[in-house]
T-cell receptor, first 114, second 111 residues
Framework: DTEVTQTPKHLVMGMTNKKSLKCEQH?????MYWYKQKAKKPPELMFV???????INESVPSRFSPECPNSSLLNLHLHALQPEDSALYLC?????????????FGPGTRLTVL | DAKTTQPPSMDCAEGRAANLPCNHS???????VYWYRQIHSQGPQYIIH???NNETNEMASLIITEDRKSSTLILPHATLRDTAVYYC????????????FGTGTRLQVTL
């Protein structure tokens, strides 16, 4: 299994809602990532988990809360988002946090905040 | 991470080789060159990476100049399915994991 799966594919939420994005991989990878991609822009790193511990937070607002309950799962909890948070949210995984290990990306969750 | 410069767009006829250039003039000795691509509405896909030697896999070839200040990704026989944004990324040793995407090259393969 060489896939990273993400659910849901699409999500529409209001500014007062709480929702979660889910990411799963069964490749035995021990590093997992969240990226955010606005329309017509490149992906931007948000968070990195290495061995289930948060290792990089790119100064992301606290309304985004990541969680890595085990080595196969990565969640992104969303609360009190703003319309400008509408974007494609991409999850990725790699063998470890090492330099030469390529990242495998999921198809993304397209989030719309009303 | 070293900054990369890529042309914003390129066209290629189907069946011909697509040569995508990337400048990384400030690259240092322990930085690798990575290429990813993103087909419309999909997640990025790893293509190839290299340090200083030329590399080839089933998808593409990577040619790195001797001074390592630039590289070229070669898709030997482009197809319509290769239409995508191609990102050249240089990664610093020690800043584990982080991929910093530039603006990339939008490759349009045409009949």
């Amino acid at each position: 299994d060489t896939e990273v799966t993400q659910t849901p594919k699409h999500l529409v939420m209001g500014m007062t809602n709480k929702k979660s994005l889910k990411c799963e991989q069964h490749m035995g990878h021990r590093a997992m990532y969240w990226y955010k991609q606005k329309a017509k822009k490149p992906p931007e790193l948000m968070f990195v988990y290495s061995y289930e511990k948060l290792s990089i937070n790119e100064s992301v607002p606290s309304r985004f809360s990541p969680e890595c309950p085990n080595s196969s799962l990565l969640n992104l909890h969303l609360h009190a988002l703003q319309p400008e948070d509408s974007a494609l949210y991409l999850c990725a995984s790699s063998r470890s946090g090492g330099l030469t290990n390529e990242q495998f990306f999921g198809p993304g969750t397209r989030l719309t905040v009303l | 991470d070293a900054k990369t410069t890529q042309p914003p767009s390129m066209d290629c006829a189907e069946g011909r080789a697509a040569n995508l250039p990337c400048n990384h003039s400030t690259i240092s000795g322990n930085e690798y060159v990575y290429w990813y691509r993103q087909i419309h509405s999909q997640g990025p896909q790893y293509i190839i990476h290299g340090l200083k030697n030329n590399e080839t896999n089933e998808m593409a070839s990577l040619i790195i100049t001797e001074d390592r200040k630039s590289s070229t990704l070669i898709l030997p026989h482009a197809t319509l399915r290769d239409t995508a944004v191609y990102y050249c990324i240089v990664r610093v040793a020690g800043t584990a994991s982080k991929l910093t995407f530039g603006t990339g090259t939008r490759l349009q393969v045409t009949l």
